[in-house]
């Protein structure tokens, strides 16, 4: 694979206490807040580390704190060493 191919890769977050927060007081409201709260966190960690243009956000997953992005391998390396993610993972085809 060319290293400037983008794959969709699965970004779960570090613990947040404010993520944490908004999940136990999950309303009808608490769990727009939540969502708001999840995808912006989600849209600036990406908007700060890359170039506009250069990845694919597909969604926010609200359940687990994280995303799924078609980003390079390069870029996923990048994202590996920034403070506030725990895991990256390549998204595994199911045979």
């Known amino acids: 694979m ?3 191919e983008t794959e969709l890769y699965f ?5 947040d206490p404010e993520y944490e927060r908004l999940l136990s007081k999950r309303t009808k409201k608490g769990s727009y807040e ?3 709260y999840i995808s912006k966190k989600h849209d600036e960690l990406l908007a700060n580390t890359f170039e506009p243009g250069s990845y694919k956000k597909r969604l926010s997953l609200v359940i ?3 995303f799924a992005v078609e980003i390079t391998d390069d870029q996923a390396n990048v994202l ?3 403070p506030e993610v725990r895991v990256v993972e390549k998204n595994q085809e199911l045979a």
């Open 2 to 4: 060319a290293s400037g």
């Open 11 to 15: 970004v779960f977050m570090n613990y």
């Open 34 to 36: 939540l969502d708001l």
């Open 64 to 66: 687990v704190d994280g």
């Open 80 to 82: 590996r060493s920034a």
